[in-house]
């Protein structure tokens, strides 16, 4: 199609190569070159046809689900994927910082730097399996190993007291000092039979989170 | 919870589940668990319903079979190649009239201020008006024709600058608006200045005392042009209307809402400043097959004793909003431009950090 990324590359070139963070916006080539006149035309060819999901491709809506693990169904990747092209307002493949940080309801949010710093980069396939914890259909399991990712933030399997604080200080803010909330994790932590120095792993959260039910669903407006 | 004095309490509008009241003695479990606030970002990132505002809506594509598909292509002929042509020339014409007429006036007739404006109001409602005529554009105004008359404001819901012109050919207003570069820039400062309208810039933070200062003049000004504002402060998508300024609404005078609703079937009129230029847009809608829209002039209203600007500013917005038939969302046209003020993610912080330190307190 003239001049507009089109969905293999949004899909094939951002996931073969590693992500690497620091050596930002590989793909230069997805930002399209475009002119008036084509711009013209090509929104033409977008009236003939039809609406813009029909640039997904039926394989490349069966590549997401599956990447998911069957947790989304194919009406909302579609509407996933009019959402994604909404967000990433200068068509890079990717939503950055500022594009995040626009949707006012995010920005408030106070774990919205950690979340940030899971989601940055992502491109579609990636974004909707960071979605798919939400899902209704996502197993307690899959909930919980998010859960941990979000406290998790060197990625080495292990959830230490720092760790646990630097998500406490997150939700409260200055609203509770810092010694107050080191004698409240300490407390909680004895209380549940860890010591202050151990690190917590999956099985720890597992077994913490596992028995009650955890309610994180979030629907996704299908059209 | 303080209410901050400058926009209405957004928590009555925000879903209230991370401040859920749990039950018993803190447990590990309270604090690992992270799930409303993670499910808030969630919801968030899917959908919003900031973004909503600011959504384009294309008219939906009909040309989907062999029958109505060379139907299109002949009206993409006709509106290209007979009526854009046609338009262009109109607009021109309008152009010629105004510019040969306007130039003449202005300079000559620099001592009868009185006659001289009488005349350049007539001049650029004239030149609205062929501008209006350009996009084929059918105006239905229902409700009185403002007049002139001392201590009132009119305003209004926002959609694009079109919203100013298709006002104006039936009176003329003056207005505050952005300062916007280029032709429309010199439009502003050339034309406009001449029917009385006010300049201000977003990105100034002091301006705010300014532009109030210059409302206020121009308010009590007794032959001063009708005052039009659009409180939103921003382009909205004709679907919903953010958080009116309440700028307009503590000048102590009567306020006449003007409800402005564009019919989508023949051409989505919201100019989405982000994406194209006026000139862009102003290309759009002449190759579009009309503009239509209707305006109501509703009944003028005054502070309630007790309201403050705020509780003023939503009850018009309300009034405009049904009138219109479009929905109320409680966020600030600004954010467009700018991050939320950290004091909603504090509100939020302090209820979590109350209730971790009150189920302490329970043993």
Known sequence: MLG????????????????????????????????????????????????????????DIE????????????????????????????SGGFISADEFLSVPEFAVNPLSQRLFRMIDGLNFKEFVAFLSAFSSRATLQHKVEYIFKVYDSDGNGK??????????????????SEQQRELVLTQVLEEAGYKKDSTLVLSDFMKILGNSGLKMEVEIPVD | MELDLDRPNIE???????????????????????????????GAIVDD????????NPPEPWNWNVYLFPLWCLGVVVRYGILFP???????????????????????????????????????????????????????????????????VFVANHTSMIDFIILEQMTAFAVIMQKHPGWVGLIQSTILESVGCIWFNRSEAKDREIVSRKLREHVEGADN??????????????????????????????VCPIAIKYNKIFVDAFWNSKKHSFTTHLLQLMTSWAVVCDVWYLEPQNMKPGETPIEFAERVRGIISARAGI?????????????????????????????????LEDK
């Open chain 1, 4 to 59: 507009f990324p089109t969905n293999k590359t949004l899909l094939r070139d951002c996931t073969d190569g590693k992500k690497v963070k620091g050596l930002r916006r590989r793909n230069k080539g997805l930002k399209a070159k475009r002119t008036v006149s084509t711009l013209i035309l090509s929104k033409n060819l977008i009236e003939i046809m039809g609406n813009t999901s029909s640039m997904l491709t039926q394989y």
């Open chain 1, 63 to 90: 590549e997401v689900q599956e990447h998911c693990n069957n947790t989304i169904s194919q009406q909302e990747i579609v509407s996933l994927y009019q959402r994604f092209c909404q967000l990433d307002r200068n």
């Open chain 1, 159 to 176: 959830v230490s007291f720092s760790d646990l604080l630097d998500v406490l200080r997150d939700l409260t803010g200055q609203f509770i």
């Open chain 2, 12 to 42: 009555d509008y925000l879903p209230t589940d991370s401040i859920h009241e749990p039950l018993g003695k803190l447990r590990l479990r309270d604090l690992l668990d992270i799930s409303p606030t993670l499910r808030e970002a969630g």
């Open chain 2, 49 to 56: 319903s900031f973004t909503r505002c600011f959504k384009s």
């Open chain 2, 86 to 152: 046609v338009r262009v020339l109109i607009l021109t014409l309008g152009w010629i009239i105004f510019l040969s007429c306007y130039i003449p006036v202005h300079w000559l007739l620099k001592g009868h201020d009185k006659l001289k404006k009488r005349i350049e109001r007539a001049l650029v409602e004239l030149i609205c008006s062929f501008f209006v005529a350009s996009w084929t554009g059918v105006v239905n105004y229902h409700g009185p024709r403002p007049c002139a008359r001392p201590k009132q």
């Open chain 2, 225 to 254: 042009n009708p005052l039009l504002i659009f409180p939103e402060g921003t382009c909205v998508n004709n679907n919903y209307t953010v958080m009116f300024k309440k700028g307009a609404f503590e000048l102590g005078s009567t």
């Open chain 2, 327 to 359: 929905k109320m969302v409680p966020w600030d046209g600004f954010l467009k431009y700018s991050r939320p003020s950290p004091k909603l993610k504090e509100v939020k912080q302090q209820a979590f950090a109350e209730s971790v330190l009150r189920r």
